[in-house]
């Protein structure tokens, strides 16, 4: 099947039933990211209590990839502390831009790893995790993929 | 493979098979499978014409134009003149005074918003576009709006894509300088009644630019038959070579209009209390010019201007017509743009898979579309939507490629479903 070094079963099914869909209005933190090269939106929302994550929510509009990867990362960082999230993300991104080699230790975000080989579709993947690290490090602006 | 579309007369006539074979870049295989390039509403593809043309110039005549007296010097000059020419002769405008060469379209509307918009325009004046444009035809006048305090007026359109004429006399009240409307809609394909929209806005004393960008490769322009003030287009979206366009004025149109940049070339004489302008075309060139663009651009109009110009639409509306109806009967495929008139334009959206994916799985069958917003935001937001696929086609495409198109789109869906 073509395409299915991206499109795997998980990823399908996240894009298919996203998790934790729908921004809660009680957070604390919040960050909403754009891609200006197709119009994809992902607004992430999240509550920081004594430096730990919880009620983790996105919201928006978007491919496949850029909803499975917002709906995969909402489950990955719940219950992390704020430097646990920052450092997963980074770990992500890194994986999705193809600066690291595998996805040893990731868990079910190994599923991103096909994204490096696209990289026209590298933004959609990454997009949720700039947004969460935005919210986290307070950043009011709207963030780009760019 | 099968060309089945060889049999028909539109294509015969273009004599396809031979044609597929002056564009180089379609005899490739993508990701295993034969290119099949339906994106030529975002660019098309460069004959070895005009590939040689170029390469002839940048091998052999390099050297600046308008300047020197030796030999290279006079080559260079008259191979970008003699593009001048090519160019007046395929708008048949009356004049190659009348041809500014520029960046590309987005780049001569630019010129005339910063040159005649200033000159011309004051707080409250309007200028009227439309819900279907291109960015390129929205934000110079949303800049131009910012420092003038102009209004930007937008005629609406309905559910098909079709402009709302019925609303057009109302809209063009005195205020209205300047009516800028898209020849053909990049997103939707909508050809628009571009001749009665000039009547209509003249008749209010308004001035007209039209936005040829996705017109000129399909239909034969007439800027004179047409009787607007401006004509733009962009060189890369008619088989020529990116980063060079025109900006078609009217002699006495351009001939008020005050230079937009400044330096060499624009320029009869300088002293550092007064400067001298030139007459157009020379005056709204400032700088040495993209000489072997203009060059290909004035080899692509030549190119065009060897086809049978009927025959070649006919063939690209038969290409439309049996790719409309091949994709309206795949489930949950919806068509964006249903004019009764368009050019050959075919934007959709599938229920469950978005634009992007889509794109992503056509390319891994070899198939060459555009997803997105297309540049043109107010036009995809209008159908609620914030993206679309689009397959655009060219003179190059065949049947076969439509049949392909469907095949992967088949194939795409099923792995959404």
Redesign the interface.
């Known amino acids: 099947?073509?395409?299915?070094d991206?499109?795997q079963e998980v990823i399908?099914d996240h894009?298919?039933r996203p998790r934790n869909k729908g921004c809660m209005c009680d957070s604390t933190h919040c960050a909403q990211g754009y891609n200006p090269?197709?119009?994809?939106?992902v607004k992430v929302c999240v509550n920081v209590s004594d430096g730990m994550l919880s009620c983790i929510r996105f919201d928006g509009?978007?491919?496949?990839?850029s909803?499975a990867s917002a709906s995969l990362m909402t489950e990955a960082v719940d219950g992390k502390s704020v430097d646990e999230a920052l450092a997963l993300s980074r770990e992500v991104l890194d994986l999705v831009t193809g600066k690291r080699a595998n996805a040893e230790g990731l868990g079910k975000l190994v599923v991103l790893e096909g994204v490096a080989r696209?990289p026209?579709?590298v933004k959609?993947a990454a997009l949720a995790w700039h947004a969460l690290e935005a919210a986290l490090h307070g950043e009011s602006d709207l963030v780009t993929s760019e | 493979m099968a060309y089945a579309a060889l049999n028909s007369s539109p294509a015969v006539a273009l004599g396809l098979r031979g044609l597929r074979r002056q564009f180089p870049t379609l005899a490739q295989k993508i990701n295993g499978q034969p290119l099949v390039y339906l994106d030529n509403a975002a660019t098309t593809q460069k004959p070895l014409v005009v590939i040689e043309a170029m390469e002839r110039h940048l091998r052999y005549d390099v050297s600046n134009v308008h300047r020197g007296v030796h030999e290279l010097s006079v080559r260079a000059t008259e191979a970008y003149e003699g593009a001048r020419e090519s160019v007046r002769a395929f708008l048949n405008a009356a004049s190659v005074k009348e041809i500014v060469f520029t960046r590309g379209a987005t780049e001569a509307i630019n010129l005339v918003a910063y040159s005649w918009g200033r000159a011309n325009m004051k707080a409250g004046d309007a200028v009227l576009i439309t819900h279907m444009e291109h960015h390129a035809n929205i934000v110079p006048w949303q800049l131009l709006r910012q420092e003038l305090g102009i209004e930007l007026r937008v005629l609406p359109m309905d559910e098909r894509g079709v402009l709302r004429m019925d609303l057009l006399d109302a809209m063009l009240t005195p205020e209205v300088k300047l009516v800028s409307v898209a020849h053909v809609s990049n997103a939707l394909g909508t050809v628009n009644p571009v001749r009665e929209i000039i009547e209509r806005a003249h008749a209010n004393g308004s001035r007209v630019l039209i936005d040829g960008a996705q017109a000129v490769a399909h239909e034969v322009i007439d800027v004179q038959a047409l009787g607007a003030d401006f004509y733009v287009l962009s060189s890369h979206k008619m088989y020529g070579p990116s980063g060079v366009g025109v900006l078609w004025g009217r002699a006495d149109v351009l001939a008020g209009m005050p230079p937009w940049q400044g330096g060499g070339d624009m320029i009869l004489s300088v002293t550092f209390e007064r400067t001298v302008f030139q007459k157009p075309p020379a005056r709204f060139e400032a700088g040495t010019p993209n000489i072997e663009g203009a060059i290909g651009m004035g080899t692509a109009a030549r190119f065009l201007m060897d086809l049978d110009r009927g025959a070649l639409a006919d063939h690209e509306h038969g290409l439309l017509t049996y790719a409309t109806e091949r994709l309206e009967r795949i489930g949950g495929l919806r068509v964006i743009g249903t004019a009764p008139d368009k050019g050959p334009v075919l934007s959709f959206v599938v229920d469950d898979v978005h634009p992007h994916d889509l794109g992503t799985l056509l390319d891994r069958a070899g198939v060459a579309v555009r997803s997105g917003h297309h540049c043109a935001q107010p036009a995809v937001q209008h159908f609620g939507l914030h993206a679309t696929t689009r397959a655009s086609f060219g003179l190059y495409n065949t049947r076969d490629d439509v049949d392909r198109l469907a095949e992967a789109l088949h194939h795409a869906i099923r792995v959404f479903r």
Do not use: K, N, P
């Open positions: 099947m073509m395409g299915d991206l499109y399908l894009a298919r090269l197709c119009g994809d939106e509009h978007g491919c496949a990839i909803t696209f026209s579709r959609c």
